[in-house]
């Protein structure tokens, strides 16, 4: 593994042999959108696609295989391009990130990695992909593996994230936090009792850290999430719901060690997976910890980090890199290694989904929330407005055309991209916009009497505000939608 490289993936130098030529150059757009995106990674002689764990405990013929056929398939985005290429080695991961650092601590040099994976199975951006699917794949699902090597022998620690797994949707609409709905047609249980027995099987027990609000438009979500996880009286999994913003208001982040203390003995039983330099197998990692908020990004890695770090304390000091008083946070150095990569994980889960950086990554850097941290997030808020609403639909088409969800059709028949827009796309916005210039426009260019500059003030004020209430009140028509695919992922 010291050997071992991984390289960004290149921008693509191939073509679509489409007959329409505007299309054509559409779908070669999407394509680059993908690529081009920042944390996608392949390695010719390392398995990225597998924890440490599970590669320890492969049979002889799994070996033999390509790294293509034996990888796990959640994380092969590239996966559907190479169907004709089973022989090719090399293998496309999208890692949100991948950081491979010397450390130093007690004058012990060690290295510390930190691995995202983000599967590629109901894949997506924020608003247009939520939930589950039928499969009990879940949306924005991330398995994330910490690890330690020193001296020949490794250790690692895994967690993962994912959208609450049931089935609701949260479509944009032009309001800056669209309701969230939950579907009343479907068999929730079902795809719930599908996710789960598949993060049983792969991670063994499971402790569900549920970060959601407590009240207001998320307190259905938490309750559904809890009442279901009860109906399945599944002693595996273990459910714990902690109201992020509520414990922290006020700028108390350091409430959030409540939440840490409280799985403490929980994270100690499911330990973290140890090898010796002999190859020895000294711990086993149980279970994980599956978190969530709203969009398993900016709350969740915060308390997957502070886990990671417990977890990592205990991996040093029984490597004999610390001492058995010592404390990781006293490690200057380390510390701020640490906790940039852990921000820059952050950062490229929440670019992949969000379409910015992550929220409160002033903490993970830092230790402590800022006022500019605050700052920070009111902008990249503001980004995550205007992109959720008018550019997610071209990226939703994108991923889904990368990965073959969407399969061009060679013919000279329509596509949907071709799809028109209804007359109040168009004409609403122009309404609008006059309404509101000659608003301005009378208020700069005062009429004969005050009584004459207010009518046409209030004229023009009142038909700008009304049309832009029609459009709020029709936002759905307004956003820009996915056109290639209408599933599941879009109710």
Request: aromatic share 10%; glycine share 6%; hydrophobic share 40%.
């Amino acid at each position: 593994m010291y050997d071992s490289k991984c390289h960004p993936i290149p921008p693509p130098c191939s073509a679509l042999h489409l007959t329409r030529t505007q299309d054509n150059k559409t779908f070669l757009s999407m394509i680059n959108n993908v690529l081009t995106t920042d944390g996608f990674y392949f390695c010719t002689d390392y398995d990225l696609t597998h924890t440490l764990q599970r590669l320890a405990d492969v049979s002889h013929d799994f070996q033999e295989m390509s790294l293509l056929e034996r990888a796990d398939q959640r994380f092969v985005w590239n996966g559907s391009l190479l169907r004709e290429f089973l022989a090719q080695p090399e293998v496309l991961d999208p890692d949100p990130v991948i950081v491979m650092k010397p450390c130093r601590v007690n004058g012990k040099i060690f290295e510390w990695i930190l691995i995202s994976r983000r599967s590629c199975f109901r894949a997506g951006v924020r608003y247009y992909v939520r939930g589950i699917d039928s499969e009990g794949h879940a949306a924005n699902f991330v398995e994330t593996e910490q690890i330690v090597l020193y001296n020949g022998g490794r250790a690692s620690f895994v967690q993962t994230r994912g959208s609450m797994p049931f089935f609701w949707s949260q479509r944009p609409n032009l309001k800056y936090k669209p309701k969230p709905l939950i579907s009343k047609n479907t068999n929730h249980m079902d795809g719930f009792q599908r996710h789960f027995d598949s993060q049983v099987l792969i991670y063994g027990k499971q402790t569900i850290l549920n970060l959601i609000n407590q009240k207001g438009s998320e307190k259905p979500l938490e309750q559904a999430f809890a009442k279901m996880v009860t109906g399945m009286e599944n002693g595996m999994i273990k459910y714990v719901a902690f109201d992020f913003h509520k414990e922290c208001s006020g700028m108390r982040w350091d409430r959030l060690n409540i939440l840490v203390d409280n799985v403490a003995e929980t994270q100690d039983e499911y330990s973290y997976f140890m090898v010796d330099t002999a190859g020895k197998v000294l711990s086993q990692q149980k279970g994980t910890f599956r978190s969530n908020c709203m969009d398993c990004l900016d709350r969740t890695n915060v308390i997957q980090s502070m886990l990671a770090r417990r977890s990592i304390q205990s991996q040093l000091q029984r490597m004999g890199v610390l001492h058995v008083a010592q404390r990781i946070e006293e490690q200057a150095d380390f510390e701020k290694i640490y906790k940039n990569a852990w921000a820059d994980n952050a950062n490229a889960c929440a670019k992949q989904y969000a379409g910015t950086g992550a929220l409160k990554t002033d903490f993970t850097r830092t230790g402590k929330r800022t006022q500019m941290g605050l700052v920070m997030d009111g902008v990249n808020s503001a980004i995550r407005y205007y992109k959720n609403n008018f550019s997610d639909g071209f990226r939703q088409d994108s991923i889904d055309l990368f990965l073959g969800n969407y399969a061009v059709d060679e013919t000279d028949g329509p596509t949907p991209l071709r799809i028109q827009k209804d007359w109040k796309f168009l004409t609403l916005p122009i309404i609008m916009v006059v309404a509101f210039s000659m608003c301005i426009i009378c208020l700069l260019m005062a009429g004969d009497t005050w009584t004459e500059t207010l009518a046409y003030v209030l004229f023009w004020g009142a038909a700008a505000a009304v049309t832009a209430a029609v459009i709020v009140f029709n936002g759905r028509d307004f956003v820009d939608a996915p056109k290639l695919v209408q599933k599941e992922k879009m109710d």
